[in-house]
């Protein structure tokens, strides 16, 4: 017995779901891969075939070197200028050097193909799939791990290594790498898939407008990277301790009642030379100092969760280059357990986790739905002392060197937010404190302009694509 089916529900049932109809004549098989996953011919990924084809596209491969980086071992030598980079060197449009080790010369000089150049591509192929930049000067001489993927445009004049980096990060590129990634475990992007990149096949006028923006971009945060760098060499010169060097006596002598039972540490490195040094810096000022904790109001608004998703940011979204928080949009149900912190705009932010590495933001933007990991400690101002000081002056090299002393753990080293409270920072006067605080946003501002003309760009190749 039968009965009609209810077209109502039917169109109920499919309510938000998404079908694609393909043809089995035209299931693509590239590099000898036949895909019969449905997630491979989403509508979105079909119709930006549809406009590449519009205007033909031609395989990376044509047209470039494709190689990837050293694997198995290789020597670290901190004494070399050569740096080895990861996948977390290729974020931001730019190749940083951030976290990268330095490399013995003689890995570099057996690995000739992966040993990178000015405006070459670099693109990470594990893990953070898709993640590239371009290679300047200012990171130079450097290699590459196994995880990412080295793109070296041959000299044929019909593709602009700025337009290239340009059309990776935009939607096209994005999502064909997205789409193409492969792995059960960790997803990965292999050489063969990477040298099949399609790149559109654009006129030089266009690639020229293009190379303009990327490096008006580039020279923005140069200037900004120069005007935060002025800020600290000035902050730092106030205190006088400007190219302050660590003790490395590997000697202190402590008295039991004073220090150990004080204290209740136990570990020689809590006791080290250097971090008396700082600390007597810092108490010394001529200015006074006080603790973080009586300058500062302590962020501690708990997330109730009546909202759907919330804009989420975790450690890793902090850019220990410059200080910057970005965040990911995460379902309610998907959030990790530590994510309850409620920010608002102009909190600070300082990583109790590995703060060694100055993961230390201000957050300059507004969201109603913006919490954050409870791994950070959440400041705001309560006082005439600036955030913007307390940043800088958090994320010097001594102040980094100095957390460690509080850290408990080996590999993965952590802080408590006592720690940071009770931490003695010097009582900069206010003038001085306007005057950095002018770096600092003028540094700000050629930041977001730097940003706001990448994402120009990159709008400016899928509208170009999407015209035709």
């Known amino acids: 017995m039968s009965s009609p089916f209810n077209e109502v529900k039917y169109k109920q049932l499919l309510e938000g779901l998404e079908i694609s109809e393909v043809q089995l004549c035209e299931l693509k098989a590239d590099n000898g891969e036949l895909r019969i996953d ?12 549809t406009c590449l084809s519009r205007i033909g596209v031609a395989k990376l491969s044509s047209y470039a070197f494709v190689t990837d980086g050293q694997h198995g071992y290789y020597e670290s030598d901190p004494n070399s200028n050569i740096y080895m980079l990861a996948a977390r060197n290729c974020k931001d449009y730019f190749a940083n050097t951030i976290d990268a080790l330095p490399l013995a010369k003689w890995v570099d000089d057996n ?22 930049a371009i290679v300047y000067e200012e990171v ?11 793109i070296k445009l041959n000299d044929n004049n019909t593709f602009i290594p700025e337009f290239l980096i340009t059309y990776l990060n935009c939607k096209y590129g994005q999502n064909w790498m997205l789409r193409n990634q492969t792995g059960m475990v960790q997803q990965g992007l292999s050489l063969d898939k990477v040298r099949s990149i399609p790149l559109p096949l654009l006129s030089i006028i266009f690639q020229q407008k293009i190379e303009h923006i990327v490096k008006a971009a580039h020279s923005n945060l140069s200037k900004s990277k120069s005007l935060y760098s002025e800020a600290e060499e000035y902050l730092l010169s106030e205190l006088g ?20 039972l004080a204290s209740g540490r136990f570990d020689a490195e809590y006791y080290q030379s250097k971090y008396d040094e700082i600390e007597t810096a810092v108490t010394k000022y001529k200015h006074g100092y006080d603790i973080i904790g009586n300058l500062f109001a302590q962020n501690t608004d708990v997330c109730d969760y009546q909202e759907d998703a919330y804009n989420y940011i975790e450690i890793g979204d902090i850019n220990i280059s410059d200080g910057t928080a970005s965040f990911n949009l995460v379902l309610k149900e998907d959030l990790p357990d530590n994510a309850k912190r409620v920010l608002h705009t102009n909190d600070l932010l300082i990583s109790k ?22 791994a950070f400690t959440v400041l705001h101002e309560r006082s005439s002392y600036k955030k913007e000081v307390l940043q800088i002056l958090l994320r010097t090299q001594i102040y980094k060197d100095w957390l460690l002393k509080w850290n408990v753990g080996s590999s993965y080293p952590v802080i408590k937010d006592e720690d940071i409270l009770n931490l003695p920072i010097p009582k900069i006067p206010n003038q001085v404190q306007t005057e950095i605080t002018t770096f600092v946003q003028k540094s700000i501002s050629l930041r977001n302009e730097a940003k706001q003309l990448l994402e120009d760009a990159k709008l400016m190749v899928e509208s170009e694509i999407e015209k035709r």
């Open 241 to 260: 301790i400007k190219g302050w060097q660590p003790n490395n006596n590997p000697v202190n002598i402590k008295h039991l009642k004073e220090s150990f």
């Open 140 to 150: 130079l001489p450097a290699n590459i791990n196994q995880d990412v993927a080295r």
């Open 353 to 374: 986790v590995r703060p060694y590495r100055g993961a230390v933001a201000i957050i300059d933007f507004d969201d109603e739905r913006l919490i954050g990991s409870g």
């Open 38 to 49: 449905a997630e491979y011919y989403q509508k979105e990924y079909l119709n930006e075939d």
């Open 111 to 132: 690995n000739k193909r992966s040993s990178l150049q000015n405006e070459d591509i670099i693109l990470s192929t594990r893990g953070s799939v898709g993640c590239c």
